[in-house]
């Protein structure tokens, strides 16, 4: 077998860790067409099938997954040893990849992401917005941003904007029909908005007053997978929504929502910068982190 230069394997890798012949090519920059000549130009070479796509998916062949582990961590070292170089320049370059979920990207990531671009122009930032719980590592990203509940074990993490509060809300017209709940409990007898997950379940609403916590499923004629639609059918007197305050506390003080259950709703550990232990941070993302723990803004 003609010996491979490692540059060929790099259309396998980014297929691999994408699971996407489209998001691949765009991280390649070449057309799927061009990837996927690539892709069986290495498999003939090889003599074995690495990758099986239809027209849904993208899955690994059992060779495939066992190159893919193999060489994964070689390029990731040679990723690093390049970025090293980054500490003999002046000024931090390389692109920043993060993976967010979309409140988390609204309320934490974009504040700060906002001030960092100006501060360090020479560093490309792309973010993915994504509710999932998607692994990180295998997807190729730098770091993910969610909640401190939601982050894995072997995941470190830096603290992102400040602490988070929930908030129950209805428009003044709900409660023209409805009675006002004073306690969790009473939101069984309520039509709700109803929250669900990607993985198909719906979110328990979560209380606590004096050490004593509540969770409560909820039942209602919508369910929506975003909490901005939550809101607007909240406005128009749907339901009652649990989201963050900090989405409508606007609409609060313009009177358009009513919040009830206030003191059911105490604050909590808000968003995390999360990412991978490893020997040598990504030079971005290192400057990124120091960023966000001095707190400068330009």
């Known amino acids: 077998m003609k010996p491979i230069e490692p540059i060929a394997l790099s ?3 980014a297929i691999a860790t994408h699971r996407s012949f489209r998001r691949a090519a765009v991280e390649l920059g070449v057309s799927p067409s061009a990837l996927s000549h690539s892709l069986r130009g290495l498999e003939e070479q090889l003599g074995v099938r ?6 849904r998916s993208v899955a690994l062949t059992e060779a495939g997954e066992r190159l893919f582990e193999r060489i994964r961590p070689a390029f990731r070292d040679i990723r690093d040893a390049l970025e090293e170089l980054n500490d003999f320049r002046g000024q931090p370059t390389g692109t920043l990849r993060i993976n967010a979920a979309r409140t ?12 960092f671009a100006r501060a360090y122009p020479d560093v490309r930032v792309e973010i993915r917005v994504d509710d999932g719980l998607s692994d990180i590592v295998a997807e190729g990203f730098d770091a993910g941003v969610r909640l401190g509940e939601n982050l894995a074990a072997d995941m470190l993490a830096v603290p992102l904007g400040p602490r988070q509060r929930s908030a129950v809300v ?18 069984r007898e309520l039509p709700c908005i109803r929250y669900r997950f990607l993985s198909g379940a719906f979110y328990r609403w979560e209380f606590e007053r004096d050490g004593e916590e509540v969770t409560v499923e909820v039942d209602g004629p919508l369910t929506f997978g975003d909490q901005g639609f939550m809101i607007d059918a909240a406005l128009d007197g749907l339901g009652l929504a649990y989201v963050f305050e ?3 506390s606007t609409l609060l003080e313009q009177g358009r929502l009513v919040r009830v259950l206030e003191d059911w709703c105490p604050d909590y550990p808000g968003f995390f910068l999360y990412y991978p232990s490893r020997r040598q941070l990504p030079v971005a993302l290192r400057a990124f982190i ?3 723990r001095t707190g400068r803004s330009v």
């Not at 690495?50 to 027209?55: A, D, F, H, S, W």
């Open 11 to 13: 259309p396998f890798l």
């Open 290 to 292: 120091d960023f966000m």
């Open 246 to 248: 900090e989405l409508v």
């Open 104 to 115: 988390s990207a609204q309320l934490a990531l974009m504040p700060v992401i906002s001030r």
């Open 50 to 55: 690495l990758i099986n796509r239809t027209t």
């Open 170 to 187: 209805a428009s003044p017209e709900y409660f023209t029909r409805h009675a006002v709940p004073r306690t969790p409990w009473e939101l």
